[in-house]
């Protein structure tokens, strides 16, 4: 099974009955669940209980306990509210008593109406670029968790990842990557959703530390997400190329704040993303 299908395997989550789910994790993990993979099983969770097809607005999810990898994960499903144009969810990710996490998803049918749009920032084709195998090519000692990782997404950097400008001593104040599914999605819009909400949890985080010229696996850096958060502009069709251009406009007190933009290949925003980290740095020795 490729590590695509297993993603598609771990979102199909089995229904318990009274809007209860059951999910499973892939066989590789990090040490504790993936934020995103709980983000995206949340996301699956609220969708399969809406009375009427609408599209997602927004969704928001706050980190609570770390989940064991070797546990299936409960998600219960709150109806907040349904109505014609509007429904919200509450979901509550359990495992054995303790609560992981809290998400509310809103769904919103706007219709018509004003629009603009931020510009995306001039990048490589994808086509052009070096797959993430490539790039990880001879640190797979100093990055083994990255190599090791589930990679369910294609990954194409547009600028060196972080690993990589450590080892050149450079520095950069935003991260832009191309992604897509590494595999054919279900013509399903809530799968579409789903993956890139599961890649939203990727690389958001790595302006904090790129912007001081450091790098997982070459410095000791503590990293856990605290929240996240995506505003849904348009539907993504995640089996094609999506732009995810982030930065960190500010880390201060052990915390950063992440912000990004996915944008499809014409150049329109299709989400954005906000995440906030602890982000603690532990030099080797002070100056």
């Known amino acids: 099974m490729s590590d695509f299908d297993e993603l598609m395997k771990v979102l199909d989550l089995h229904p318990m009955g009274d809007d209860v789910f059951i999910g499973s994790h892939p066989s590789k993990n990090p040490p504790r669940t ?6 995206a099983q949340s ?7 809406l009375t009427r097809d609408l599209p997602p607005n927004a969704f928001s999810v706050h980190f609570i306990n770390g989940g064991d990898t070797a546990k299936d994960i409960e998600f219960r499903v709150v109806r907040l509210r349904d109505e014609r144009r509007f429904a919200n969810r509450r979901i509550d990710v359990m495992q054995d008593g303790t609560l992981l996490a809290t998400g509310m998803i809103s769904y919103l049918a706007g219709g018509r109406g004003l629009e603009h749009n931020i510009e995306p920032p ?17 640190y797979e000692d100093t990055v083994p968790l990255f190599v090791s990782a589930l990679q369910p997404i294609e990954w194409r950097y547009t600028n060196d990842p972080s690993w990589v400008m450590r080892d050149k001593g ?5 991260n832009r990557v191309w992604v897509k599914a590494d595999g054919v999605l279900p013509d399903d819009p809530v799968l579409h959703t789903a993956t890139m ?3 939203s949890d990727t690389t958001v985080l790595d302006s904090i530390i790129t912007t001081h010229g450091l790098s997982w696996g070459f410095d000791r850096i503590f990293a856990a997400t605290v929240n996240h958060s995506v505003w849904f502009h348009r539907q993504v069709g995640f089996d094609d190329w999506v732009l995810y251009s982030t930065s960190s406009p500010v880390a201060a007190d052990s915390r950063g704040l992440g912000t990004g933009h996915f944008f499809d ?12 980290g602890v982000v603690k740095y532990f030099p080797s020795s002070r100056p």
Do not use: H, N, W
């Open 34 to 39: 993936f934020g995103g993979l709980m983000m």
């Open 43 to 49: 996301f699956v969770a609220g969708s399969r209980t």
């Open 122 to 138: 001039d990048v490589a084709d994808p086509d052009t670029l070096p797959p993430i195998k490539e790039l990880l090519r001879g």
């Open 170 to 174: 450079e520095r950069l104040d935003y």
């Open 197 to 199: 909400l599961y890649c």
């Open 265 to 276: 290949r014409s150049g329109r925003p299709v989400a954005t993303v906000v995440q906030e």
